[in-house]
Antibody, heavy 119, light 107 residues
Framework: QVQVVESGGGVVQPGRSLRLSCATS????????MHWVRQAPGKGLEWVAV????????DYSDSVRGRFTISRDKSKNTLYLQMSSLRPEDTAVYYC????????????WGQGTMVTVSS | DIQLTQSPSTLSASIRDRVTITCRAS??????LAWYQQKPGKAPKLLIY???SLESGVPPRFSGSGSGTEFTLTISSLQPDDFATYYC?????????FGQGTKLEIK
């Protein structure tokens, strides 16, 4: 079935780096734009980054631009988020989400992976 | 950035009640607005896209309406499974933004 599964979260010190992965299956990964969305503990949802279906176009929220890099590997059907210069305010559950295409929105979400930035 | 303001922030209701949640945008998003349901510890689930289109598999008691800057999500007859937090989200312009959420509680 269609699914996306995040991994790579954990506890990291401020200023350090971490790479999240999102393994996909059940759909043609190379045909879909993909996003990362995060949710700080007890807070609402915040869009983080997007990458086009072919990886040529990327965009980021102002809060992570210059520190985070989104990428994808079509041979592995996997989406990535490289996070650098992490800050305590980056602490959140990070969700990988598929953009449904056409008029749709985020139609498939993973279960999320928790990132805690703390000394 | 486009700000989305949901009201109310918390809503207490009973089974079989009809409830409406409002989402107001700081500028027009045309009809590029979605609604999600989120339960504790779970990922959001898409309910409505393009303001009023029902996602496949979502019960028809959920409906959406609106355009421009004002949108509503209506649940026609609350069921036990509907008690959750609801978010609106605009996808007219990057950065995509979400409302702050409406927590639907059992009265």
């Amino acid at each position: 079935q269609v699914q996306v599964v995040e991994s790579g979260g954990g506890v990291v010190q401020p200023g350090r780096s971490l790479r999240l992965s999102c393994a996909t299956s059940g759909f043609p990964f190379s045909s879909y734009t993909m996003h990362w969305v995060r949710q700080a503990p007890g807070k609402g949802l915040e869009w983080v980054a997007v990458i086009s279906y072919d990886g040529t176009n990327k965009d980021y929220s102002d809060s992570v631009r210059g520190r985070f890099t989104i990428s994808r590997d079509k041979s592995k059907n996997t989406l990535y988020l490289q996070m650098s210069s992490l800050r305590p305010e980056d602490t959140a559950v990070y969700y990988c989400a598929r953009w449904g295409g056409g008029p749709s929105s985020f139609d498939i979400w993973g279960q999320g992976t928790m990132v805690t930035v703390s000394s | 950035d486009i700000q989305l303001t949901q009201s109310p922030s918390t809503l207490s209701a009973s089974i079989r009640d009809r409830v409406t949640i409002t989402c107001r945008a700081s500028q027009s998003v045309s009809r590029w607005l979605a609604w999600y349901q989120q339960k504790p510890g779970k990922a959001p689930k898409l309910l409505i896209y393009k303001a009023s289109s029902l996602e496949s598999g979502v019960p028809p008691r959920f409906s959406g309406s609106g355009s421009g800057t004002e949108f509503t999500l209506t649940i026609s007859s609350l069921q036990p499974d509907d008690f959750a937090t609801y978010y609106c989200q605009q996808y007219n312009t990057y950065p995509y933004t979400f409302g702050q959420g409406t927590k639907l509680e059992i009265k």
